[in-house]
């Protein structure tokens, strides 16, 4: 456990700076993944697949996430987060080929369906790994350099992905053979640089773990002089580690450690699971429907397009903003107020979307605030569980927020039969306040934990033996 603790206190190293990057370039698939499929849907053959049935083929890949999260992420918890890893790259690799060789609808349905399986494993195994190769002072910061990847992935494939069709004579399915050329170059990245994780191998704690962890030590040059001097903080002391009275009163530690819902573990897992679905709920329902509700509200095809762009670069700097806000506000507390800002933006849409440039601001808003939440459930999710429950917790939060992000636009479509553009972006309000109200009560319960890790985590000295210029800067929970 030395080295873990190291690890945890230490700053940030060369070799994490590149986990750090295979990490986000990773995260940048899944963004591609996502947006490319609804880029293809013009181009597919008249006789291809009529409209409702290409609303299936979005949903088998949403779908398929929430599999990939639920059911194949926990595996890393028994056989590690590298192996999943490279489970889910090689899954949807294999599946993006079937998807551009498709001949029709149903082997598009199935491909778009095992993709999604894989971007859902690898979602998990992305957050969790980066997470336990970060130092705790710097673990949000992280969490939002990583975010970046999926809006970036969202926004490269928009951006190019028509010109790449041109290149090859307007063929759908050369979106698709790029994605196989991205995950190739995913994979092996995954197999030079990424290694297993420190804190799974400790758990483990066998002769093969620990062969392992020293190799892995010497290539992260993690010496006594990167450590804090503070020797309260260790992985023992993660919020989910059982407390005393855990050991000694009521239940079994053992019995709670092992499931999402036992005595220790089912609130968390229940307000993290209820919060993500609902902020994702929101999110999903705003950005999906934008173009059409502001066509239908004002006649303007080409301000709803505006309207989504701006949104999307909101989330952009939503994970930039969470990342260094994270850096002394403990992201329990980001992520209820943010929900709080998100329903604020929302509102303030509404009412103004007819305008110009008010109404581009508060989408502007909305997609800050909502991915500054999205963020803060990523970075304080894994932590709330022990290393060996860290993904399946993390994946039951993300396969659950998936449900949210597939039912909502659905519901949608039906609700624009009785209710107004406007009336519909309040309804959107509604699933932000539920994940409002989780989030706030995420963090009654776990701000001492997570304030006194951060307090500590903060206090790292220099080489030199000076106090890191951030110690000056209170943490606030």
């Avoid at 309804?427 to 006194?452: E, H, K, N, S």
């Amino acid at each position: 456990m030395e080295l873990v603790e190291t690890l945890h206190k230490s700053k940030i190293g060369p070799y994490q700076y590149a986990i750090i990057a295979v990490c986000t370039f990773c995260a940048m698939l899944d963004g591609y993944d996502l947006f490319v499929v609804g880029l293809v849907l013009p181009h597919l053959p008249a006789d291809f697949a009529t409209t409702a049935e290409k609303g299936y083929l979005i949903s088998s890949g949403l779908v398929g996430m929430g599999v990939g999260a639920i059911f194949l992420a926990p595996i890393a918890d028994r056989v590690g987060r590298k192996t999943v890893f490279i489970i889910g790259l090689a899954v949807n690799t294999t599946f993006l080929i079937v998807t551009a060789l498709a001949p029709n609808l149903q082997t598009m349905m199935v491909g778009r369906f095992f993709t999604g399986v894989g971007v859902g494993a690898l979602t998990v195994s992305i957050v969790v790994l980066v997470l336990e190769y970060s130092p705790t002072a710097r673990r949000n910061l992280v969490i939002g350099i990583v975010g970046i990847g999926l809006p970036v992935g969202n926004t490269l494939a928009g951006l190019f992905g028509l010109t790449l069709m041109s290149w090859f004579g307007g063929a759908w399915q050369a979106l698709f053979w790029f994605g196989v050329g991205l995950n190739t170059l995913g994979l092996i990245l995954t197999l030079a640089f990424l290694p297993e994780s420190l804190t799974f191998l400790a758990a483990k704690n066998n002769p093969d773990a620990r062969e392992k962890m020293a190799r892995i030590g010497r290539r992260l040059r993690l010496t006594t002089e990167a450590v804090t001097t503070q020797t309260d903080l260790t992985t023992q002391t993660d919020l989910a580690s059982p407390s005393r009275s855990d050991r000694t009163t009521g239940g079994s530690p053992a019995e709670d450690e092992g499931s999402l819902l036992g005595k220790k573990f089912y609130e968390r897992t229940i307000l993290v699971c209820l919060g993500y679905a609902g902020v994702l709920a929101g999110y999903y329902l705003v950005s999906t429907w934008t173009p059409q509700l502001i066509a239908s509200a004002t006649g303007d095809t080409q301000k709803g397009a505006v309207t989504t762009t701006i949104l999307s670069v909101g989330t952009v700097a939503g994970s930039i903003l969470f990342g260094l806000v994270g850096l002394r506000v403990v992201s329990s507390r980001i992520c209820w107020t943010a929900l709080l800002i998100s329903v604020a933006g929302v509102i303030g849409f509404a009412v103004t979307m007819r305008g110009a440039l008010l109404g581009l601001l508060f989408a502007g808003l909305v997609g800050i605030a909502v991915f500054m939440a999205v963020s803060s459930f990523s970075s304080m999710a894994p932590t709330m569980y022990p290393p060996l429950l860290r993904a399946k917790g993390y994946g039951a939060m993300v396969g659950f927020g998936r449900a949210g992000a597939i039912l909502s636009p659905v519901a949608a479509g039906y609700a624009l039969n009785y209710l107004t553009p406007g009336q519909l972006y309040l309804v959107a309000t509604v699933p932000l306040l539920i994940a409002a109200v989780a989030g706030f009560r995420l963090w009654i319960i776990t701000r001492a934990q997570f304030t006194a890790e951060l307090h500590v985590a903060r206090r790292i000295v220099s080489p030199s033996g000076a106090p890191d210029k951030g110690d000056n800067i209170a943490v606030v929970d």
